[in-house]
């Protein structure tokens, strides 16, 4: 098992710390770390950039990449907007998470809701070749929809 560490912002104190919700999860859980009483209030079509509370030390060699979260996305058309955002092992700043209302209604975000998934995964740093020309496949060039019927 790979260890993470993590540090709590003054204003993710209080918060459950971000967790695997079973035993094969593959992300954890992370909570909005808005002020108490101060909800924020998501029109439809609106975003915005919401704070954990939390900054990570990613070990050497990994990705965190903030997923949204399936119930959030399909009982109330919330989801992350860049998904998978993706943060670096270097960063050491708080995470912030980028959600879209996506629905016709507004939606409320109160301190403590869960809010995103965290996963954390290995990276492969390639080194780039230029070339005159790429090997042949059968898709060859191929795009969207040529490897058969949706």
């Known amino acids: 098992m790979t260890v993470m560490r993590y540090i709590v912002l003054p204003h993710g104190e209080g918060l459950p710390a971000p967790s695997y919700r079973s035993e094969q999860a593959a992300g954890l859980d992370l909570s909005a770390a808005l002020a108490d009483g101060d909800p924020l209030i998501l029109s439809p079509g609106d975003r915005a950039l919401i704070p954990t509370g939390i900054a990570i030390e990613l070990p050497e060699g990994f990705e965190a990449q903030l997923r949204p979260r399936s119930g959030l996305a399909h009982k109330y058309g919330v989801t992350v907007l860049n998904s998978p955002g993706t943060i670096d092992a270097d960063y050491r700043g708080e995470i912030k998470v980028l959600l879209i209302n996506l629905s016709n209604e507004s ?11 965290l996963v954390i995964a290995p990276i492969l740093v390639v080194t780039l070749k230029r070339a005159k020309s790429l090997a042949t496949t059968g898709r060859g060039s191929g795009g969207f929809g040529s490897t058969g019927a949706s």
């Open 107 to 117: 939606v409320t975000i109160k301190r403590g809701d869960r809010i995103a998934q």
